[in-house]
């Protein structure tokens, strides 16, 4: 595709790709709405919408906050756009907010905090319009499953901050608790890793031949779309079974089902076919078997791998910078992919006139019962280049489904708004657009 020139809109206003034709629109400011160079969606497996899409949840990082600069979740309109407030909540992470999927104003999440020497680890839902909080369930002090180290200070959800629910409407969640007695685990967080099922207040306990405790918190089981399944990144290692490799665990005894030759160490999603089928789908590199690209797929019901957009379907070998997201659970059957890949266009070493792209820049929806894929959109964000001299995480394509698949968050720093002179600077404001796709109403 042509990669032209696109100024940056101002905020509020709504421009048309020119390569690809959809309409986008500007809807932050981070400089001055508050005073931070950053605003945007907090991860793509990150459920950004609520249940009817009135409500939209971004996220201005302490980072890049400049003096008496805001800070945190900031609650939107999902129609005009408009900033109403930033949400008094203490997520474990960043990223760990999920909402209700029958109330469009109850949000959940895990609010570690301390009260005197007595530490605390509340599940908690609050109503996003009243700001009223209920708590749902206490795992400390005295709310931890057995086994679990008595010094436990936390509890957190694991990579990709899925969450399951089941044919019964069960919230299925995959936790790890964290504390001094666990030890770092490949030099990171440790956690004493469990399920749980909120309605049940029940715990899942995994088979230790399996799942060997403590985890890391990079690999701690989270669950499938549906409930059924808890999946576990196996880059801890387990004996002789590859580390590239994941477990598919019965969510109902812990018990393993099979191995998947997927790696869930990328950047990946939980997802659903149309057929109810539970997936795993993400970027895949350097595989011996599986093969690898931009959207591969596992179907965690039989282990089957089909590779959508890579080097056996014809796309070559993956972008890198590529993140997707299947938070659409009303449109189960659709994923978004977008990819950093090279700022100077595809198979250009710098600065090239009129370049063009495959993939590089690029943003694109998979439908994953049919491998049909569209390249919608060019992102234009180039602080996150893989081989610039600094990378800034916040300039990567974070990009977000709509409840119903029919519009996209994404941020951008618009280093490509002239794609033949791309400008790097890490430093650059990062703000969020909305990309509207034709079946929006």
């Not at 700001?131 to 008595?150: A, I, R």
């Not at 030099?187 to 060997?212: C, H, K, M, R």
């Not at 059924?228 to 969510?251: C, E, H, K, M």
Request: charged letters at 10%; one cysteine or more.
């Amino acid at each position: 595709m042509p990669y032209s020139a696109l100024a940056k809109p101002a905020k509020g206003q709504t421009v048309t790709d020119p390569d690809f034709g959809l309409k986008i629109t500007r809807i932050t400011d981070c400089v001055s709405d508050f005073n931070n160079l950053c605003v945007a969606p907090a991860y793509p497996t990150a459920m950004a919408w609520n249940c009817d899409e009135t409500r939209f949840i971004l996220y201005a990082p302490g980072s890049t906050r400049q003096a008496n600069g805001q800070m945190g979740w900031a609650l939107y309109d999902g129609t005009t756009y408009k900033f109403l407030r930033f949400l008094d909540i203490n997520p474990a992470d960043v990223e760990q907010f999920y909402w209700d999927h029958q109330d469009p104003a109850v949000l959940r999440y895990i609010d570690n905090h301390s009260m005197g020497s007595q530490n605390l680890a509340d599940l908690t839902a609050i109503n996003v319009e009243t700001g009223v909080k209920t708590l749902v369930h206490s795992f400390l002090p005295n709310g931890l499953p057995p086994g679990c180290p008595t010094d436990t200070q936390g509890v957190r959800c694991g990579y990709p901050f899925a969450l399951g629910v089941n044919a019964q409407g069960q919230r299925i969640w995959g936790l790890g608790a964290f504390g001094p007695s666990v030890p770092n685990v490949s030099g990171e967080l440790g956690v004493w890793v469990f399920g749980f099922n909120e309605a049940t207040q029940q715990f899942i306990l995994y088979d230790p031949s399996v799942v060997p405790q403590p985890q890391a918190r990079g690999s701690t089981p989270f669950p499938s779309v549906s409930g059924r399944f808890f999946i576990w990144n196996a880059a801890a290692g387990l004996g002789s079974q590859p580390t590239t490799q994941s477990a598919v665990i019965d969510a109902a005894t812990g018990k393993l089902v099979r191995w998947v030759n997927f790696d869930t160490n990328e950047h990946c999603d939980t997802a659903m076919d149309a057929n109810g089928n539970d997936l795993l789908v993400g970027s895949q590199f350097s595989r011996s078997t599986g093969g690898n690209g931009n959207v591969i797929v596992c179907n965690l019901n039989t282990g089957v791998v089909s590779n959508f957009v890579g080097e056996s379907s014809g796309w070559g070998y993956p972008a890198t910078g590529s993140l997707s997201g299947s938070t659409a659970w009303k449109n189960p059957s659709w994923v978004v992919t977008g990819m950093t890949g090279d700022i100077y266009g595809t198979n250009n070493s710098g600065p090239t006139a009129n370049p063009t792209t495959v993939l590089d820049q690029e943003i694109m929806i998979t439908n994953l019962t049919t491998g049909t894929t569209w390249r919608i959109a060019h992102h234009r964000s180039t602080g996150n280049y893989s081989n610039a001299s600094q990378s800034n995480y916040w300039a990567q394509p974070n990009v977000t489904f709509s409840t119903s698949g029919t519009r996209i968050l994404f941020q951008s720093d618009w280093g490509d708004g002239d794609p033949s002179n791309p400008v790097v600077n890490p430093n650059a404001p990062i703000d969020t657009y909305v990309l509207t796709l034709p079946s929006y109403a």
